[in-house]
């Protein structure tokens, strides 16, 4: 009777737990979703919670700024990125995966990821100074490639491993070239790993600030440096930017739960076997 | 040439355009006195910016900084993040759900964060210390002493899901029969956590803890949306100090100089780290 009643207490504090768990995270959301919907003369007023919901920030938000223009960019500026990504990533993934002598290069890919990006933003911010590309969205997209292209190769791995080889010697005894049967054979078998290593570098490079930053101006400029730029506004523009940082977030949640369960074989990349 | 070279072309033909080159120009660009304002006129000085950065009180400041930022961060999401996924794996109902829900603030563009957080915590208009100040505790999030630890609290916000994530992945794929062997022998729930749950998980944990701690010594978007490096230079961390000197200062050869000291010491962390963690030998 002890030993249960000992259970029933440690799954209740157990419970409490992850219920507080959630309710720190959900209540930032809920904030910043309550403070898009104010009416922006009670903006940042933190004992109102009884208010008309007003649609103004979000026009304000939609018609009259610069914000669908950041969107575009940041779009616009991710998928590029990724599709380079893939087209890079995707062939070598797969020789990483299949051909003996590339230890090292795997361990090269992982250095390349672990860059800290304050060591490649001096050197590419000059050659892109002198090739007059800074606040254009290639500068931006040269930049992001460098943390995106070996996330999407690590991640690639890792499918590729899973991918039995009888798959590819068959195709070959049936009489396709190497690189027809890793392209018409392996690469459609992989389909969800590069659709999962696609939206993972998209979300990276839809949220980097640090490159963007410094690299763009008002023509290439993205969303999150967009956000950042409402920071010196104070009170009433607190409702434009919870609209801003709506846009920003909702669809990145939307994104990354379609990719959740291939997470951790990404980012595990065949490195980590359990 | 075969097929594998020819497969991996594209990739070393971006990244030695995009990484390897770049990393060339910043060693060099370390020797140089090379400043935006006087871009005409770059002079090789050697290893003075080295003797620069390594005396210049900020940057040991900075160093100093991130290492504790990242060092507390790390370990409270690693505990965080430790206990909830065991307390997860338990829930008969609704894991799933609460899976996703825990997850969602590691996708989230950090930026954001650092402003959520910037107006919930502020101390004129922001609500947790208007309802703090209810209950009679009045404290200044960003203020001297704080401001450090509050970005660490945001950090832990963010990226404890990052943790949880890896951990529920390591638990899930534990053999079962350890755990059913305990159970028979009587071993209570502590004894079963530490000398076989945590022992198996050794792997994850490190590799958990690399990658945080990694990531962790980039913070930047935190301390711009909220401190700038302010009180002071009291949040001032490692990146928001290249980043000053480099582009508000414009001395691009101390701040090369900066980023390469800053690589060598990550490069000696992870080492360590990997030695410090092998597994031991049981005799």
């Known amino acids: 009777m002890i030993v249960s009643f000992e259970n029933r207490l440690s799954r209740f504090l157990g419970t409490t737990a992850i219920f507080i768990a959630i309710i720190l995270v959900l209540f930032p959301f809920l904030w910043i979703f309550l403070e898009s919907i104010k009416p922006p003369s009670l903006g940042g007023r933190p004992d109102i919670w009884r208010f008309e919901p007003s649609w103004e920030n979000w026009h304000e938000i ?29 062939p070598a993934a797969y020789a990483f995966s299949r051909f ?117 101006g008002a023509e290439s400029r993205t969303l999150p440096v967009a956000i950042a730029g409402f920071w010196t506004f104070r009170g009433i523009e607190l409702g434009k930017m919870a609209v801003a940082i709506l846009i920003a977030v909702i669809p990145v949640l939307i994104l990354s739960y379609s990719i959740q369960k291939h997470l951790i074989r990404g980012i595990g990349g065949s490195g980590v076997k359990y | 040439m075969h097929i594998k070279y020819k497969l991996i072309l594209p990739l070393v033909f971006l990244l030695s355009g995009i990484m390897l080159y770049p990393f060339i120009f910043s060693l060099w660009l370390s020797l140089q006195d090379y400043r935006l304002t006087r871009i005409n006129d770059v002079q090789f000085v050697g290893f003075e910016n080295f003797g620069f950065i390594a005396t210049d009180q900020s940057f040991l400041n900075a160093m100093g900084n991130t290492i504790s930022f990242v060092a507390s961060a790390v370990i409270i999401e690693l505990i965080f993040g430790l206990s909830l996924a065991l307390l997860i794996q338990k829930l008969l109902i609704f894991r799933g759900f609460v899976r996703s829900i825990l997850l969602a603030p ?101 590799v958990a803890l690399i990658i945080r701690a990694l990531d962790a010594f980039k913070v930047f978007e935190y301390v711009f949306a909220i401190t700038r490096g302010g009180p002071g230079n009291s949040t001032e961390t490692i990146m928001y100090y290249i980043y000053q000197t480099g582009f508000r200062f414009f001395r691009m050869g101390e701040a090369a100089a900066a980023s390469i000291l800053l690589i060598i010491f990550i490069l000696v962390f992870v080492i360590l780290i990997v030695y410090l963690s092998r597994p031991k030998v049981i005799k």
Request: proline fraction near 6%.
């Open chain 1, 62 to 90: 939609v018609f009259n700024s610069n914000v669908p223009l950041n969107i575009l960019n940041s779009f616009f500026i991710a998928l590029i990125t990724v599709v380079i990504s893939l087209i890079c990533g995707a």
């Open chain 1, 100 to 216: 003996r002598g590339f230890q090292g290069a795997r361990y090269s890919i992982l250095a390349a990821e672990m860059m800290p990006p304050a060591i490649l933003i001096l050197p590419l911010f000059l050659l892109l100074y002198k090739l007059e590309l800074i606040d254009s969205r290639v500068g931006v997209i040269t930049a992001h490639l460098t943390f995106v292209v070996p996330v999407v190769a690590w991640f690639l791995i890792g499918f590729f491993d899973e991918v039995p080889k009888d798959l590819e010697d068959q195709a070959m005894i049936d009489g396709y070239t190497r690189f027809q049967a890793f392209y018409k054979v392996i690469l459609p078998a992989v389909r969800p790993g590069l659709a999962a290593a696609g939206i993972f570098g998209f979300v990276l490079s839809w949220n980097d600030l640090f490159y963007s930053l410094l690299l763009t």
């Open chain 2, 106 to 206: 590691m996708f989230i563009t950090p930026i954001a964060v650092g402003l959520m957080f910037r107006f919930l915590l502020n101390s004129e208009i922001g609500i947790i210390p208007f309802y703090l100040l209810r209950f009679g505790v009045s404290l200044d999030w960003f203020g001297p002493e704080l401001a450090l630890f509050s970005i660490v609290l945001i950090d832990v916000w963010q990226w404890t899901p990052f943790m949880l994530l890896m951990f529920l992945a390591g638990l899930e794929a534990l053999p079962k029969t350890p755990f059913e062997a305990a159970r028979v022998d009587g071993a209570g729930r502590w004894l079963t956590f530490s000398s076989i749950t945590l022992p198996m998980l050794r792997p994850v944990i490190v």
